[in-house]
């Protein structure tokens, strides 16, 4: 029997499609429902087989849903999930899914009396590919998942969130939404920033010498514009302390080739090796 | 029959084993000597069938061979070089495989009344990881190598070891010594220094917190420090240009967030985008 009855998800994109499609692998929901503003978008998601159904009104598509995911950009989350609360019955929990979660956090509990059946989630997990039809069932295996509890958050909601992560085959880390924010800065947001701005200094006729090394590097600058803006836009103290970070390490590594300091110079690269090293491949 | 009667390689790291293997592979060399500093480096070459026999003196090493490519660290590479050209037979070529090549080309011209035996080269592959356990035959198949002829290098010097890279599955793309240099600072050399200074500006207790953008960015980080010390000091003032560029664009990322210039923020985002995606993936 299906851990869910009825599942909700809002907005159907590479994650929200993933989520849905893991819920269905899985089968851990008798019925999951997408909704998003494009029918388009839900036709998508259904000839995967991401979602049962779909809708285009939120009101209408959480209707009776035991749990509801906000996967919408992040500048649009804080409004779906008061929607969302505003439809749903009273046992139902909603979490979201967005890169950013100390605006989303905070927007929700200003707005709503009872925030308590809200908690923020990010699943670091993702691509710069956008779309349902990139979604894949084991996206969030293995991977965390921070879920980002305010000090009014029920453990009951962190507990039942948690175990949704948990049931998608994801690890489960809890941090308070600012933190969760400061770190994401330093090793989600800033590398996109980096890879961003290496990227467009690169004059385009040296293109064709770029090897694998440039293609790593930039990898990240392929995603959505639109999505990043919104993103850095919620989280802009924590990704400009994390950019004032990097320049000092980048004024260092000017300055020993300047003075040409080799041996210090070597043992930054050794240092920036270490940390590397330390993640693994 | 093979093309080349004898092939000696001076340094069996990653890029001297690849090239090794995908000689013996292709059945393209009678004989393929390695000669190295160290008797495990070369042993461990042996192990993995990169090469026919090992030499630890490169005037033995080389005698009687038809092409040598010295493949050790940049700062050695112009004294291979010409240490092979005193020891080989009058008509041996020699090119090299380093990733830099003004510093390189420009020291083998100085110290040698006729050069025109030596042509430079840098294939435009490899990995972060050094040694000939990692080497693999198929390591240049589909990739560019750079030739860096000078105004006084013979056209037949050119020809045929741009036909020894093409013979190694290799695209061949010619420039000179100096313009290499300065789109390799760009393409290679930024991105290595811009990994590694991202790798030292992450607080070690957020790196759990880090998923596959900050592992892409920052892959290069895990290369060889000495290594690219080495790079780094051949090429400084196109690094530095590089650098200059770079950070114009990060000033122009931090300015538009601190002011909050959203749609000049999107506007940049989209032209990294835009120079990414002319990469392909």
Redo the contacts between chains.
């Keep these: 029997m299906p851990t869910y009855r009825k599942v909700a998800i809002v907005g159907v994109g590479l994650i929200g499609g993933s989520i849905g499609l893991a819920l269905r692998q899985r089968g851990l929901a008798q019925q999951v429902v997408g909704i998003g503003r494009r029918q388009s978008s839900l036709d998508r998601a259904l000839a995967c087989q991401a979602i049962d159904e779909a809708s285009t009104e939120l009101d209408e598509g959480v209707a009776g849903a035991e749990l509801v995911v906000v996967a919408t950009p992040v500048a649009a989350v804080a409004d779906h999930v008061c929607q969302a609360l505003a439809a749903v019955p009273e046992d139902c929990l909603v979490t979201d899914a967005g890169s950013t979660k100390g605006a989303i956090c905070a927007a929700v509990e200003s707005r709503l009396q009872d925030a308590g059946r809200f908690v923020g989630s990010h699943p670091?997990?993702?691509?710069h590919r956008t779309g349902p039809e990139h979604a894949r069932g084991d996206l969030l295996e293995g991977?965390?998942v921070?879920v980002t509890p305010t000090q009014s958050t029920p453990a009951e909601t962190i507990a039942k969130v948690e175990l949704f992560w948990q049931n998608l085959g994801a690890r489960v880390?809890k941090l308070a939404p600012v933190e969760?924010d400061?770190?994401?800065a330093?090793?989600?947001h800033?590398?996109?920033?980096?890879?961003?701005?290496?990227?467009?200094?690169?004059?385009?006729e040296?293109?064709?010498?770029?090897?694998?090394?440039?293609?790593?590097?930039?990898?990240?600058?392929?995603?959505d514009?639109?999505l990043?803006?919104q993103v850095?836009?919620q989280n802009?103290p924590a990704?400009?302390a994390?950019?004032g970070?990097?320049?000092?390490?980048?004024e260092k590594?000017?300055a020993n080739?300047?003075e040409?300091n080799?041996s210090e110079?070597?043992?930054?690269?050794?240092?920036?090796?270490r940390?590397?090293?330390?993640?693994g491949?």
Aim: no cysteine; aromatic share 4%; charged share 20%.
């Design positions: 670091l997990a993702g691509d991977k965390t921070v880390t969760h400061e770190a994401l330093a090793t989600s800033l590398p996109h920033l980096m890879a961003s701005a290496l990227a467009a200094a690169t004059p385009e040296w293109l064709a010498l770029a090897a694998t090394g440039w293609a790593d590097t930039t990898r990240v600058a392929a995603a514009p639109e990043w803006t850095l836009a802009k990704v400009l994390a950019l970070r990097l320049s000092e390490q980048l590594l000017e080739l300047l040409e080799w110079l070597r043992e930054s690269l050794q240092n920036g090796k940390i590397r090293d330390a993640l491949s």
